[in-house]
C-alpha cells in the first residue's frame, strides 16, 4: 500500500472542508438540498477525487478511467462540487445547479453532466449497476476500477442486495462500495426506523470482504481504498462511520437538516465553522 504523508492528508483534508463550503452554499442558493448526508461523506469524496482515481477531465468519457457511482444521488451537490474542483465544468456553473436548462439537474444525470457515470437519486441501483460496469469492463479487457457510494438509509432496499448478490456471483474485485454509515436518515435515526445491525456481518454474508474505517479520517479511507485493490477474489465494502452534518454543530446527527436548505443566518454560521476544520 502506498504511504501517504503528511502534506497529502492534510491537503485533502482541506479539499473535504471545501467541497461542504461549496455544497452548503449551493443548497442555501437553490434553497433546495440535502446537507446532511452531503456532509457526512466530504472526507470520502475527496480522497477519491483529489488522490485515489484515475480520472481525465480533459476527455470525461476516457474509457481507461475509474468510474464514480453516486448511489446516494440525493447528495449530489458534493458530487457536482467535485467535478467542478477536477475541472470538469466551469466552477460558476455551480451557482446555477437545478435550473431548467443547466445541466446540473437535483440528482446527476450521466447525459447532461461530465464526469457523472451514472443517473442516479431512485435510491438502490448503484451496486447493480457497478457489477455490469465491471462485466463490461472484463468483455472489453478493461481495467478501471469501480467505486459505488451508498448511503445507510439506502441499504434499507432490496435492490441494495439483489447488486450485492451479484456482485458476490461474479467476483468483481474491480468495484468497490463505500459505505457512508451515518445513522440518520429522513426521519430519524436508522437503528429506530428499521435497524440495519449487523451490517458489516450482513455484507460477509454476501460473499463481499469488509474494511471498517472512520469515514472523517482521511488516511484510514486511503487505506481502505488502497487494500480493497489487493483483494482479487471478492467485491469489498468500505464501511464508513460518518456523522450526518459533519462540521456544523447544529446539523450534526439531526434527521432534520436531511433534506432543508439553510437560510441566509446559518449558512453563515456552518461556513464559520467549517473554516475553523470540522470538529469532533
Not at 446532511?36 to 466530504?42: K, N, Q
Request: hydrophobic share 40%.
Amino acid at each position: 500500500m502506498a504511504s501517504y504523508s503528511e502534506a497529502t492528508i492534510t491537503e485533502l483534508e482541506r479539499r473535504a472542508r471545501q467541497l461542504r463550503q461549496d455544497s452548503l452554499t449551493m443548497i442555501h442558493r437553490r434553497a433546495a438540498g440535502h446537507p446532511g448526508g452531503t456532509l457526512s461523506c466530504a472526507e470520502i469524496m475527496a480522497a477519491l477525487f483529489f488522490q485515489k482515481m484515475r480520472l481525465n477531465p480533459a476527455q470525461p468519457d476516457d474509457p481507461a478511467r475509474d468510474r464514480f457511482i453516486l448511489s446516494k444521488g440525493h447528495a449530489s451537490a458534493i458530487l457536482y462540487a467535485a467535478l467542478a474542483e477536477r475541472g470538469y465544468f466551469p466552477k460558476e456553473d455551480l451557482e446555477r445547479w437545478g435550473a431548467l436548462d443547466c445541466h446540473l439537474q437535483g440528482h446527476p444525470d450521466r447525459i447532461k453532466t461530465p464526469g457523472v457515470d451514472m443517473t442516479s437519486g431512485l435510491l438502490g441501483h448503484g451496486n447493480a449497476i457497478g457489477v455490469g460496469l465491471a462485466l463490461a469492463a472484463r468483455r472489453r479487457k478493461q481495467a478501471y476500477r469501480i467505486y459505488v457510494l451508498l448511503g445507510d438509509g439506502e441499504c434499507q432496499g432490496g435492490i441494495v442486495w439483489e447488486g450485492a448478490m451479484a456482485a458476490s456471483k461474479f467476483r468483481v474485485s474491480e468495484m468497490t462500495a463505500i459505505l457512508d454509515y451515518n445513522n440518520v436518515q429522513l426521519d430519524g435515526p436508522v437503528h429506530e426506523i428499521m435497524p440495519m445491525e449487523p451490517m458489516a456481518d450482513k455484507w460477509r454474508a454476501f460473499g463481499w470482504a469488509v474494511l471498517e474505517v472512520d469515514g472523517h479520517n482521511v488516511r484510514q479511507v486511503l487505506e481502505a481504498l488502497d487494500a480493497a485493490e489487493q483483494i482479487h477474489d471478492r467485491p469489498t465494502l468500505i464501511l464508513a462511520r460518518t456523522t450526518k452534518g459533519k462540521g456544523v454543530s447544529f446539523m450534526e446527527n439531526d434527521s432534520r437538516w436531511h433534506g432543508v436548505a439553510p437560510n441566509a443566518e446559518q449558512l453563515c454560521q456552518a461556513l464559520a465553522e467549517l473554516e475553523e476544520g470540522c470538529h469532533g
